[in-house]
């Protein structure tokens, strides 16, 4: 069964102003256009959208990464939605490569949010049918999600890229104890040994590392860092000089969403024993500051072949996130 299966006249694919690079890919994978998305300001602020395609009765599909800035974004995939939902969609389908507010997932401060359960009632809320997302940041956000939700596994993209090395006196290492467990099924496919950080937060900028748990890191030469997200970069940089320390001569740096902000990508890649950064394309990163040490892989036909067996009525197992692939 090919991509040609999805009937063009009954499926639309609209993409937010977050990624639409991500979108066009996701719809050239699947044979069907991208339809227009109108996306203006009034005067006072105010988002004004408007849908360039009929949705009544449709299988609809709205792209949306939830990069910087996060809330304007999130803001205009709600209305995206509420418009497909009052012009009377069939089905809505939120895709939403990066949801950002995964991070806030428990009440670990008095008088806060859990930002991530009150995003997905509000997508709920506004129309969503169903959620496509990659990765999330811990795996009970899964079970924020009111209506059917999906997190796609970006593992796929990073076996095929690191099979073709010489993995030899190499270890995956997670940046803490929160990663390892998707860190070890990442390890366990390379046929590789793994390893997690000892970390304290000192604050939300500075961290330290006191230690190792898991295979040891004596006797390796190479490091392959794993993570879900890497924002400032702070924990991968000192994680990396932590197993500098301990005899480790080169690391490869892989992570599924590179938000990059504050320099955090710079300073990786300043970093003499860091010889590559490896990210997906759930965020978009400028070109301005694209390096011979980043390499990039697309997500985008995975997005798309889950949006074909979705609509095929086909298992995504998969290419689900804790699936053994």
């Given amino acids: 069964m090919t991509a040609k299966t999805l009937d063009p006249s009954e499926v639309r694919i609209f993409s937010g102003s977050s990624h639409p690079q ?5 719809a050239e994978h699947l044979g069907v256009p991208l339809e227009k998305t109108k996306v203006s300001r009034f005067s006072n602020d105010n ?3 408007q849908l360039g395609a009929s949705v009544r009765s449709r299988i609809v599909y709205i792209v949306q990464t939830l990069s910087p800035p ?6 205009e995939l709600l209305m995206m939605l509420d418009i497909a939902k009052a012009a009377s969609a069939r089905e809505i389908h939120a895709i939403i490569p990066y949801y950002s507010f995964a991070r806030s997932d428990k009440k670990d401060a008095p008088r806060i949010s859990i930002t991530a359960r009150l995003v997905a009632d509000l997508l709920h809320t506004a129309g969503a049918t169903h959620i496509m997302t990659m990765m999330l940041h811990s795996p009970q956000v899964h079970g924020f999600f009111p209506m059917p939700a999906d997190p796609l596994s970006s593992r796929p993209v990073f076996m095929r890229h690191y099979k073709e090395r010489d993995l030899s006196q190499t270890i995956v290492v997670a940046g803490d104890m929160g990663q390892a467990k998707s860190a070890a099924r990442f390890a366990k496919d390379l046929g590789l040994p793994i390893a997690a950080g000892n970390k304290e937060r000192i604050s939300d900028t500075e961290v330290r590392f006191s230690g190792m ?5 004596a006797g390796m ?5 794993y993570d879900d997200e890497i924002a400032t970069g702070g924990t991968i940089l000192e994680l990396s000089k932590h197993l500098v320390e301990l005899g480790i001569e080169e690391i490869w740096v892989a992570c599924t969403h590179g938000v990059f902000v504050r320099g955090g990508l710079e300073k990786l890649l300043a970093f003499p024993e860091i010889t590559e950064v490896v990210t997906t394309n759930t965020v978009p990163i400028p070109a301005e500051v694209h390096h011979p040490k980043l390499k990039i892989l697309s997500v985008g036909h995975i997005f798309g072949e889950a949006i074909r067996y979705n609509y095929t009525r086909q298992s995504i197992g998969d290419l689900f996130v804790f699936g053994d692939v």
């Fill in 22 to 26: 991500l979108a066009a890919n996701i």
């Fill in 47 to 49: 988002l004004f959208i």
């Fill in 70 to 75: 996060v809330n304007d974004h999130l803001v």
């Fill in 213 to 217: 748990v898991g295979a040891q890191v």
């Fill in 221 to 225: 030469k190479k490091a392959l860092l």
